[in-house]
C-alpha cells in the first residue's frame, strides 16, 4: 500500500542553525505534499504546502522543495528558533484524494 | 469562528465499554476525517467522510464505526472498547477547490484509555 517514510526521527540543532526534513513517498499518482507542525499537546497544523507542478515554495524562514522523479520532499527551516521545537509530519495525497498519508513524524529541538 | 470542535477532550474506559466521539466543523467543509496518533507512527487513517451522505474505511477502521450526521458533524464510535485502542483521536476536516486539495484543519483532540 501506499506509505511515506520520514528522516531523521529526531533533530536536534542550535538556535540560528537550519534543518532539514526529509520524505519518500510511494505512490507516484501523490500530488499534493503539505507539512505539518504539532507543538507539544496541541493539535497539528498545517504551516506549508506543495503541488507537483511545483518544485519549491517559500514562506518567509521555512521552504518545502519536491522531486517527483524521486518521489521526495524536504522541509527547510532557515534560521531555527526556541518556538520552532515541536514535532513535524509530511504528508502525500493524490490529486481530488480523500486519504492522506503522513510519515511517522520528526521530533525537532532547537537549542537556545 | 471556531473551526474544528472535539468532544470530549479526556476519556477513560473499561475494557467492553462503548463511547461516541464528536466532532463539528463550522467552515462548511465537505470532507471529515477521523485520525488517531500512537507515539512514533504518525497520524493514521479510521475513517472519512468524503461528502454528506458518505463514509468509507481508511487504514485502520476495525474496532470502529462512524456517522456522518449532517454536513457538519462525524461521529465515531467505539461498541467494546479494547486497550489496543488507547490513542491520541483527532477529527479533521477538508476541502477541495477546482479539483484540488487543501490541507486539514484539525480539531483539539481527544486523548482516550482504556483500561
Known amino acids: 500500500g501506499e506509505n511515506v517514510e520520514q528522516h531523521p526521527s529526531t533533530l536536534s540543532v542550535q538556535e540560528g542553525d537550519s534543518a532539514v526534513i526529509k520524505c519518500t513517498y510511494s505512490?507516484?499518482?501523490?500530488?499534493?505534499f503539505p507539512w505539518y507542525k504539532q507543538e507539544l499537546g496541541k493539535r497539528p497544523q498545517l504551516i506549508i504546502d506543495i503541488r507537483s507542478n511545483v518544485g519549491e515554495k517559500k514562506d518567509q524562514r521555512i521552504a518545502v522543495t519536491l522531486n517527483k522523479t524521486a518521489k521526495h520532499f524536504s522541509l527547510h527551516i532557515t534560521e531555527t528558533q526556541p518556538e520552532d521545537s515541536a514535532v513535524y509530519f509530511c504528508a502525500a495525497s493524490r490529486a481530488g484524494g480523500f486519504k492522506t498519508i503522513f510519515g511517522a513524524g520528526t521530533r525537532l529541538f532547537v537549542k537556545a | 469562528n471556531a473551526g474544528v470542535t472535539q468532544t470530549p477532550k479526556f476519556q477513560v474506559l473499561k475494557t467492553g465499554q462503548s463511547m461516541t466521539l464528536q466532532c463539528a466543523q463550522d467552515?462548511?467543509?465537505?470532507?471529515m476525517y477521523w485520525y488517531r496518533q500512537d507515539p512514533g507512527m504518525g497520524l493514521r487513517l479510521i475513517y472519512y467522510s468524503a461528502s454528506e451522505g458518505t463514509t468509507d474505511k481508511g487504514e485502520v477502521p476495525n474496532g470502529y464505526n462512524v456517522s456522518r450526521l449532517n454536513k457538519r458533524e462525524f461521529s465515531l464510535r467505539l461498541e467494546s472498547a479494547a486497550p489496543s485502542q488507547t490513542s491520541v483521536y483527532f477529527c479533521a476536516s477538508s476541502d477541495l477547490y477546482r479539483g484540488a486539495r487543501y490541507g486539514y484543519t484539525f480539531g483539539s483532540g481527544t486523548r482516550l484509555t482504556v483500561v
Open positions: 505512490d507516484s499518482a501523490s500530488n499534493y
Open positions: 467552515m462548511n467543509h465537505n470532507s
